[in-house]
Structures are given as C-alpha cells and as structure tokens.
C-alpha cells in the first residue's frame, strides 16, 4: 500500500530556531513529491515541488531534499518566523499504473517570538 | 493567477438531503483530485478524473457518493443523501498530464451535516 508518513507530527520552536520537517514515503516508484502550506481554516498553498529525478528544490528559506531511494524527504526552514506557524504538508505523486497523489498527516508548526 | 474554484464555500445541510459541491479546474488542467479533509483522517483521495474519465473513485463510499466532469470546467461531487460523518472540508485539486508541474488547490468547501 502507498503510505506517506510525517514526522514530527506538530512542533513548536522560537523564532530564528532552523528547522527540519520529515517526510517518508513506502514505494520509490514515484513520480514527483510536493510541500504545501496550510493554514487554519484555509486551502493548500504548494511550496516546493521536487521531480524524482531532482534531489533538492529551494525557494527562499526553505530547502527540501530527496532521496528516492530510502523514501525520504526532508522540508528545511531557516531562521523561521511566527509567520511560518501553520501545518506542513507532504504530497508524494506515486508513478505506476494510474498517478496517485497521497498525502502526509501534516507537521503543524508553532514558532513563538 | 490561475486558480481553482471551488462552490459553494460553506455549506450547513440536514441529515438526508442532497449535497452537490462544485469545481472549477484551471483552464488547461486535464487532471482533478477530489479529497476530504478531517481532524481524525486528514486529506484522503476520494476520486479523480483524466481528461473527464474517472481513474479511481475507490476512496469514495460508492453507495452515497458520486463525482463526475459534465465538462472540461466543471467537476462535480455528489452526496446523497448526506450523514453527519460527511461533514468535513473538501478539496478539488487540478494539474496537467502526469503531474509534472504539481497540483494547485481550491479554498475547499466546508460541510457541515445536522
């Protein structure tokens, strides 16, 4: 079965802490893995997105990485910020027969000031 | 910006009454997900569509749920008749293809079953 896992599942840090969300997924056949944003109450913003063939995908302070082999993905946050506070998401797009994007339970993030 | 509509954005309705939630994919999108979220489960895929032919529909309780693509711009997904369980927020997500440039998400409509 296709499983997404994430880890920790919430986690609260001052502000200017770096930080290290994870995500592990149970098939390496995988098409694509994407990071989304979410906040209380509303929709999925998507961060990064990372193809199977890439091994890290940047936009400002956040870094993800890939290793496809040992399915894993870690979502990297430098410096974070009490605007960073809101749930993590992971989306892996398995490959195989028909694409299936699965989700994570989330990492919910607090970063006090 | 390309965005995903979703309608109605709140809905309240009585146990047993016809729910439909409507989608409208990014003009160009071949692909649409349909997910649910709660508190307990989280987002689960409930169906999706290719170029208007249902791929999966597996994760949706088939006796009460329906979805279906009328068109190219319209998605919709149907309950009926609604349980107090159904009461969660749902999600339509559209892409191209494969998926190659991820998926971009609607505001979702929340449900809520009396």
């Known amino acids: 079965k296709q499983e997404v896992t994430q880890i920790p599942a919430a986690l609260s840090v001052p502000e200017g802490e770096n930080l290290v969300l994870n995500c592990s997924f149970t098939d390496s056949a995988i098409y694509n893995l994407q990071w989304f944003r979410q906040d209380p109450g509303k929709g999925l913003t998507s961060l990064l997105l990372?193809?199977?063939?890439?091994r890290e995908q940047t936009s400002g302070r956040l870094n993800a990485s890939l290793d496809k082999s040992s399915g894993r993905s870690t979502l990297y946050i430098a410096a974070s910020q009490p605007g960073d506070s809101a749930t993590y998401l992971c989306?892996?797009?398995?490959?195989?027969?028909?694409?299936?994007?699965?989700f994570g339970a989330g990492t919910r993030l607090a970063v006090h000031p | 910006d390309a965005r995903v509509t979703q309608t109605p954005r709140h809905k309240v309705t009585e146990m047993g009454q016809e729910v439909t939630m409507r989608c409208q994919p990014i003009l160009g999108h071949n692909t649409v997900f349909w997910y649910r979220q709660t508190m307990m489960q989280g987002l689960e895929l409930l169906a999706y569509?290719?170029?208007?032919?249902?791929?999966?529909d597996s994760g949706m309780p088939k006796d009460r749920f329906s979805a279906e693509m009328p068109d190219a711009t319209l998605a919709t997904l149907k309950i009926q008749p609604s349980e107090p369980r159904d009461s969660a927020v749902y999600f339509c997500a559209s892409g191209q293809g494969q998926g190659s440039y991820g998926y971009t998400f609607g505001s979702g409509t929340r449900l809520t079953v009396v």
């Open positions: 990372i193809q199977s063939s890439q």
């Open positions: 989306a892996v797009l398995f490959s195989g027969g028909y694409n299936k994007l699965i």
């Open positions: 569509f290719r170029n208007r032919a249902p791929l999966d």
